[in-house]
């Protein structure tokens, strides 16, 4: 079964399935393996890299709150980290209260709703060009610019810069298969972002504040509030989160709706429901198959002790289809109310960015229904991104009736 074979570095007695996060051929389909994990290994142990799972909705979220216990200090990734980046995501109360306090008000459903008219024209710009020809690659064309051109546009960044950043970003995700590291090429562009960063931080000195996010960050360390290491962190961070989950997001809703027509039949009908489209594609298929933790203390569960110091996955897309929690959980239903799915993480670390992600894939939606309500997508032109940590597609090639 897919990422699926006998653990020989368990104990007597204890053959349970591997989970390979690093394995190319699970991220094709890791439904299956996340299913036997939940019913035979809910507290799993992986010899080859060392790390726990928890695969349960209870046990991820319990895990996810608790942040005492699943530290994030030593980062959310499996992998260990190299250099201590001062990223909010990397830390906990009360420096993560702090940082989060700076940009919390920056990202509410408030903050953000009056960027609905901006986005939506974003999102027809992009469409417009492929109208007469009724073809257009969903993410390449669409999904991978929008949330990378609003990113930027609240950042103050040049419009001739987006891809360039956005390039830099896909890079920093990507993970070989097999290799239990970030790639060379994903710590050079690291390096680049943070470069870029710094320069344009140079040349707004002395220069009237711009009215936009990097400008709050800047008052911020001038108040003492930030150090100019974190800022650099902040913006790092946003120009990933911002752009990578909420591009795969847009990418699945649209695979999601083909492969299952009596669901875009209903919101075809019944626009209401698009709002769930989103939310149920973020429990069925959401684009942040997990995040790690750090133990700071023995963790008894499901009858075997996880050590402290011990990083732990917690596997939230497993969770969202975890039958204990959800009914008919393996059922793609939009009129489900899902939102209490971990597709956004929970607690403390809660997905800051989630009003704003809501909102750009709630457009796109909207307006690839208006512009090709038929649409097809090519299956065989798909072409999946490959990490342990985000899932979907760098290509979805879709063909639809063509407009003039």
């Keep these: 079964m897919t990422g699926l074979v006998p653990d020989r570095g368990r104990e007597a007695g204890a053959d349970a399935p591997l989970y390979d996060p690093f394995d190319y051929e699970h991220h094709d389909d890791p439904y299956p393996a996340y299913r036997r994990l939940r019913d035979e290994a809910p507290a799993y142990h992986n010899e080859r890299y060392g790390f726990w799972a928890l695969s349960r909705y209870a046990d991820c979220f319990a895990a996810a709150r608790n942040y005492r216990i699943y530290s994030s200090a030593q980062g959310t990734t499996l992998e260990p980290l190299k250099g201590q980046l001062p990223l909010l995501i990397n830390s906990d109360p009360p420096d993560h209260s702090r940082l989060r306090h700076l940009a ?10 009056p960027l609905e008219e901006a986005i939506r024209r974003l999102a027809r710009e992009l469409l417009v060009p492929h109208l007469a020809t009724g073809r257009i690659d969903i993410i390449a ?14 950042l103050g960044v040049p419009k001739q810069d987006e891809d360039m950043l956005r390039g830099w970003t896909d890079t920093v995700v990507h993970r070989d298969e097999g290799v239990f590291e970030m790639p060379d090429a994903g710590l050079e562009a690291t390096l680049r972002i943070f470069g870029y960063y710094e320069d344009d931080l140079r040349r707004r000195a002395g220069l009237p504040p711009q009215a936009d996010l990097i400008a709050s960050f800047i008052e ?15 913006l790092y961070l946003l120009s990933i989160a911002g752009n990578e989950t909420t591009t795969k997001l847009i990418g699945n809703i649209v695979c999601q709706l083909h492969r299952h027509p009596d669901q875009r039949h209903l919101v075809l009908n019944d626009r209401g429901l698009v709002p769930l489209v989103v939310e149920e594609t973020m429990r069925f298929d959401g684009p942040t198959q997990m995040m790690a933790r750090t133990t700071t203390e023995d963790v008894a569960l499901h009858g075997r002790t996880i050590p402290a110091g011990a990083k732990v996955a917690l596997l939230f897309i497993s969770a969202n289809r975890d039958e204990r929690k959800f ?9 489900r109310n899902s939102r209490d799915h971990l597709g956004f993480g929970a607690g403390a670390h809660a997905c800051l960015g989630a009003p ?8 796109a939606l909207e307006e690839i229904l208006d512009t090709a309500p ?9 072409e999946r991104m490959h990490s342990p940590q985000v899932r979907g597609h760098t290509r979805v090639p879709v063909r639809f009736t063509p407009r003039d």
């Design 327 to 335: 009914e008919r959980a393996e059922v793609y239903d939009i009129r």
């Design 374 to 382: 038929d649409f097809v997508v090519e299956e065989t032109g798909l």
């Design 220 to 234: 911020a360390e001038a108040t003492g509030k930030l150090s100019h290491e974190e800022l650099l962190g902040y």
């Design 356 to 363: 704003l992600a809501r909102l750009e894939a709630r457009i």
């Design 104 to 113: 919390d008000r920056l990202f509410t459903r408030s903050a953000v709703a």
């Design 141 to 154: 064309d669409f999904a991978a610019r929008l949330p990378m051109a609003v990113l930027c546009r609240l």
